[in-house]
């Protein structure tokens, strides 16, 4: 089965802007993709990585749910580490989308192309962790995603692969 097919049933539908699968969870399945800047009708798609296994989806939801947007907002803006990382991340996802997006300035004239991870106008201020997870795994190094990763209670199954059909994850 292609990459693709396995990500439109691990998300229930067809992705949007799919350009490749940027992380395979320990099973070798997709669970990170790279999503196209623009999409076949060049509308921006701000998330430059995208979470696709259900597990770490779920294990990020439970952190989100717990306050964790507002903790890891917290922690960036008092630990000058953490921000330096983030702004450093920012700039690199600027440049990928940059660099993905060639010539194309979308039907947003590329306004888009300069948000920050997940999108974010105020890439100081964290709106989905869900996209820094994903930053985090397609691009090792980045303090703040491995961090909220870390966080995370389970992440991965622990007995074997989870097909794109395992009910497990609901």
């Not at 597990?55 to 630990?79: F, P, Q």
Request: negative net charge.
């Amino acid at each position: 089965m292609e990459d693709r097919d396995l990500v439109e049933r691990q998300i229930g539908r067809r992705p949007r802007a799919f350009r490749r699968v940027a992380f395979r969870c320990p099973f070798g399945m997709p669970a990170v993709t790279e999503q196209e800047p623009y999409d076949a009708c060049e509308a921006p798609f701000p998330t430059t990585y995208y979470l696709t296994c259900r597990h770490v989806i779920a294990a990020v939801s439970r952190l989100e749910a717990a306050g964790g947007v507002e903790r890891w907002s917290a922690a960036v803006a008092t630990d000058t580490e953490l921000a330096a990382d983030l702004a450093r991340a920012t700039k690199q996802q600027q440049q990928i989308r940059r660099t993905l997006a060639g010539s194309s300035e979308g039907a947003d004239h590329g306004t888009s192309l300069d948000t920050g991870i997940g999108g974010s106008r105020n890439p100081t201020q964290l709106k989905c962790l869900h996209a820094h997870v994903a930053f985090a795994l397609a691009q090792p190094g980045y303090l703040v995603g491995e961090g909220i990763l870390a966080e995370a209670v389970d992440p991965w199954p622990a007995d074997g692969c989870c097909s794109p059909v395992d009910e497990r994850a609901t």
